[in-house]
């Protein structure tokens, strides 16, 4: 059974950094991307960064470019989203999922393409 578990969330300063993973087991393919989203209160979920596992080509969304990097330790079977100058409008529980290797450029308009989800992680930046 596939499974996604994320980690590392937590409270941060604005301008803090934190570094969420991606913990992927269960996986019967070798080509895929791991996409990152996050869903904000009272708001719909969106798409953030990704990365496709055999090429390790990535994708991040404008909202996030220059501030977020997105690698994969293949080795370890987990996926990192690096955080970095966050500000309170990046407040969001945070989720990992699984998809076809050619999604990641699509992470904004074809979330539902994404199969296995993990749990989330909550991030809160804050003074």
């Known amino acids: 059974e596939m499974q996604l578990v994320e980690s590392g969330g937590g409270l941060v300063q604005p301008g803090g950094s934190l570094r969420l993973s991606c913990a992927i087991s269960?996986?019967?393919?070798?080509?895929?991307?791991i996409g990152w989203f996050r869903q904000a209160p009272g708001k719909e979920r969106e798409g953030v960064s990704c990365i496709s596992r055999k090429n390790g080509s990535t994708f991040s969304t404008d909202s996030v470019k220059g501030r977020f990097t997105v690698s994969s330790d293949n080795a370890k079977n987990t996926v990192y989203l690096q955080m970095n100058n966050l500000k309170p409008e990046d407040t969001a529980i945070y989720y990992c999922?699984?998809?076809?290797?050619?999604?990641?450029?699509?992470?904004?308009?074809?979330?539902?393409?994404?199969?296995?989800w993990g749990q989330g992680t909550q991030v809160t930046v804050s003074s």
């Open positions: 999922a699984e998809g076809a290797p050619w999604l990641c450029r699509y992470i904004e308009r074809r979330m539902e393409d994404f199969g296995s």
């Open positions: 269960g996986m019967p393919f070798d080509d895929y991307a």
